[in-house]
């Protein structure tokens, strides 16, 4: 079965700082990966994915992650913390295999907080 | 274009009660989905509908029921409240492909539900 696991459900950078965000996934087949983040308050909202063409994903607001097989993972990172970026992130994976059509399962996501 | 839209933002019931969360979305997408969210679990499907006409349990189906009423909408029904149904209720969409697996899934704004 798929699974995805987030280490550290809480995370505080200095603004200006690396924002490092770490996730692990499960597959037995090669997944789809998707990084969402969620502002308080509101819905989710699409960063970045991965579909099996490049293996690192560039995103919006600056965020990017590298699709690496060896490790199962696809950790999310940003050069520079804004204190825009405080908020929360899931990594998800979706397999496509059919009758799930391609679902998401997401961990259990990240707190980024951003200190001026 | 509104996208996923979700009716009502915010609602308390008494244990036992019923009530219908409702969901549109006008991005002609073919699958739709209800998500729960509950602090330190992630998002966790509770059903989807992969196409108009059908729908399937997800992870947490039990004490809630689902009706796609046409393309656009899909309704989550919770018959007798729990104050465990106490959570944050996300609905979401994507287009579908015969391959499956990379599409965005476009999340509303959800639901903030408070069962007493």
């Known amino acids: 079965a798929q699974s995805v696991t987030q280490l550290g459900s809480h995370v505080s950078v200095s603004e200006g700082a690396l924002v490092l965000l770490r996730c692990n996934y499960s597959?037995?087949?090669?997944?789809?990966l998707f990084w969402y983040v969620q502002y308080p308050n509101q819905g989710l909202q699409l960063l970045l994915k991965y579909t099996s063409a490049a293996t690192l994903v560039k995103g919006i607001n600056g965020f990017e992650a590298e699709f690496k097989k060896s490790e199962t993972s696809f950790h999310l990172t940003k050069p520079s913390a804004h204190m825009s970026d405080a908020a929360e992130y899931f990594c998800a994976v979706s397999v496509p295999i059919g009758g799930s059509q391609g679902n998401l399962i997401f961990g259990k996501g990240t707190k980024l907080s951003v200190k001026p | 274009n509104a996208g996923v839209t979700q009716t009502p933002k915010f609602q308390v019931l008494k244990t036992g009660q019923s009530m219908t969360l409702q969901c549109a979305q006008d991005?002609?997408?073919?699958?739709m989905y209800w998500y729960r969210q509950d602090p330190g679990m992630g998002l966790r499907l509770i059903y989807y509908?992969?196409?108009?006409?059908?729908?399937d349990k997800g992870e947490v189906p039990n004490g809630y029921n689902v009706s796609r009423l046409n393309k656009r909408e899909f309704s989550l029904r919770l018959e007798s409240a729990a104050p465990s149904q106490t959570s944050v209720y996300f609905c979401a969409s994507k287009t579908s492909r015969a391959s499956g697996g990379g599409e965005t899934q476009y999340f509303g704004p959800g639901t903030r539900l408070l069962v007493l």
């Open positions: 509908s992969a196409s108009e006409g059908t729908t």
């Open positions: 991005m002609n997408h073919n699958s």
């Open positions: 597959s037995s087949v090669p997944p789809y």
